[in-house]
């Protein structure tokens, strides 16, 4: 079993969502084994899919060797989930932002604007 087959048994997909088109931006990362940018700010309003697709892009190898020491024992699917909830936290604007490498003024509260859900 090679190491995309490892990475798409650990990372909960949503197989109802259609595969994403590619483009050019700040914001694009390449998959690895596709050799496709795809532009992640085109998912900014569709949480679940763009934490997909930041997983996808990065993989839970590379993801895994950036947390920190306290996070190092949970799952693939635990930082997954934890990534969600972080970016469902934040406006469109601000992951956008984050996104494009500008630094994020810390005074624009994170949460209540452009990416609030009706509940």
Request: glycine content about 8%; charged content about 25%.
């Amino acid at each position: 079993m090679d190491n995309s087959e490892k990475k798409q048994e650990s990372i909960p997909v949503d197989n109802s969502v259609p595969a994403g088109s590619s483009g050019q931006s700040s914001s694009t990362s390449t998959t690895a084994g596709e050799g496709e940018s795809k532009d992640l700010s085109q998912f900014v309003s569709d949480v679940p899919r763009l934490t997909k697709e930041i997983f996808d892009a990065v993989g839970w190898a590379k993801i895994k060797t950036m947390l920190p020491p306290y996070l190092k024992d949970c799952t693939c699917e635990q930082i997954y989930n934890l990534v969600s909830h972080e970016l469902n936290g934040m406006t469109e604007s601000r992951i956008l932002t984050i996104m494009n490498g500008k630094p994020v003024d810390k005074t624009v509260p994170e949460a209540g604007g452009d990416n609030q859900k009706p509940q």
